[in-house]
């Protein structure tokens, strides 16, 4: 028998809201047997410690078990204490109240499956993470904890993984950086709240690329912010055209690295007019670089946060691309001159990740694991997306064409005929296979159609030719 205490969810008693005190006592223990909370033969509290635990008359208690005995719902055991009657029958449920309207999962074009499926983006290769080093570190890590590891971890992330980040950056991504300038965040999310609380304010323009990372637009909607939808081209995003669309925005996001989802890099002439509108203007531009690592034609590009004299720039990046997702770990570089209000608004939001999961992580960067890593998995990835794009092709033939992509995580293929992406994404959904129609990712009313497909969990060629034939049985 399970002893239920009314600590167990019970909230104060109310002495003037006009029901008296064993009323009340009645109500909670009825509703709770009725809604099935107890269940029949389940232990409760006695009269005595009840009283003590409620801080009233112990004849309050029992005036209100008595009503209880008397309608059935419990009885009393003598030395065995009281019980919910064990025969009671369960009650209808109440009639649920109409649920508000839900947003479809992948209205901003990104719902997770409950399992990892083919083509799924954003989830690197996890069957090649180095699940045993990692729990070696963990275990470590463990056994070394002291007393003040336990307590709240800072609000701007632990200095030892701020500095393994700073470190990192500068040799990786060619960003100057101190550590007081990284904020370590639990995603993407986080980022992008922790910039929009510090820099921005309700009601202000922001240039986001078009096609772009859907979740962006949502999060500048949530905070009452007006997206800026500019065009890209084979140079990434058309600073003329934002500057033409809206040319006194406060910010701009941009993804120069492998614009998301097309996977161009920005040039060297769009940097830096980018840059040059931003100093003007006194605007900020979000770099988000997602998987930077990735490049395959050539050394991956310098970060455009590299190019910044004048700290208009916040570098955001993330592990969840380049380790695995339920680490939620994430970074951003902030201007020097602004590392005072990103403190600020950290201690206000409190949103940090784990100490734990930060001290792993800064172990693994430390003793060299992580650029170890991030080398296999280049080559991996290199081997995976040559083999992906070779079997779907060979399977598709005419009916869909691969896009080569310099970089990045994902394929895009297009439809020759002009079909609709979206019908066919769902198709592939409930197949098992998982796509992104590329048309979510655009505010446009006509947008590109194509299918996102990413290849990190795609082991062989032969694996991509059996799915690509599925998926032109559902053309």
Not at 75 to 83: D, L, Y
Not at 187 to 193: A, I, L, V
Not at 434 to 452: C, E, K, N, T, V
Request: with cysteine.
């Amino acid at each position: 028998m399970t002893d239920h205490r009314p600590q167990d969810g019970m909230p104060p008693l109310a002495p003037g809201s006009g029901d008296p005190l064993y009323r009340q006592i009645y109500d909670r223990f009825r509703g709770a047997i009725t809604a099935g909370t107890l269940a029949p033969g389940d232990r409760i509290p006695s009269a005595r410690a009840l009283a003590k635990e409620m801080g009233v008359a112990r004849g309050t208690i029992e005036v209100a078990y008595s009503l209880l005995v008397a309608e059935g719902y419990i009885q009393s055991r003598g030395q065995a204490g009281t019980i919910v009657t064990p025969d009671l029958q369960p009650q209808a449920a109440p009639a649920a109240s109409t649920p508000l309207p839900e947003t479809p999962d992948d209205e901003h074009g990104w719902h997770r499956p409950a399992v990892i499926l083919p083509f799924q983006m954003g989830v690197p290769a996890l069957d090649e993470f180095p699940r045993k080093l990692w729990a070696r570190l963990g275990a470590r890590q463990l056994r070394s904890v002291q007393a003040p590891d336990l307590s709240y971890p800072p609000s701007n992330g632990l200095m030892g993984l701020r500095t393994a980040v700073a470190a990192y950056l500068q040799v990786a991504r060619g960003i100057q950086c101190q550590p007081s300038q990284v904020f370590i965040t639990s995603g993407y999310n986080h980022t992008m709240q922790l910039i929009m609380q510090a820099l921005l304010a309700p009601g202000d323009h922001v240039w986001v690329e078009d096609p772009g990372y859907p979740p962006t637009r949502a999060l500048l909607a949530q905070a009452r912010m007006q997206a800026v939808p500019v065009p890209v081209d084979a140079d990434g995003l058309i600073v003329g055209e934002g500057i033409a669309r809206c040319t006194d925005a406060k910010a701009a996001v941009v993804t120069p690295a492998h614009q998301s989802p097309l996977s161009m890099s920005l040039s060297l002439p769009r940097r830096q007019a980018l840059l040059e509108w931003a100093e003007r203007r006194q605007a900020w531009i979000v770099e988000d670089d997602y998987d930077g690592e990735y490049r395959y034609v050539s050394r991956p590009l310098p970060a455009l946060k590299s190019l910044d004299a004048h700290g208009r720039v916040l570098y955001a990046g993330s592990f969840s691309k380049v380790l695995f997702p339920g680490l939620r770990l994430a970074y951003l570089v902030a201007p020097a001159a602004q590392v005072a209000r990103f403190d600020r608004i950290c201690r206000l939001l409190s949103g940090t990740a784990p100490g734990y999961t930060q001290s792993l992580l800064t172990a693994f960067m430390a003793e060299g694991h992580f650029g170890r890593h991030i080398q296999r998995m280049r080559r991996l990835y290199s081997e995976r997306r040559n083999a992906t794009a070779a079997g779907l092709s060979a399977a598709l033939g005419d009916r869909m064409t691969i896009d080569p992509q310099p970089g990045g995580m994902h394929l895009v293929a297009r439809m020759e005929s002009g079909q609709p992406d979206q019908p066919l994404a769902a198709r592939m959904l409930e197949q098992g296979m998982y796509a992104h129609p590329l048309s979510r990712w655009s505010s446009l009313q006509d947008p590109r159609r194509g299918l996102l497909l990413s290849f990190t969990n795609i082991a062989s060629e032969a694996q991509a030719h059996e799915l690509g034939l599925r998926i032109k049985g559902l053309m």
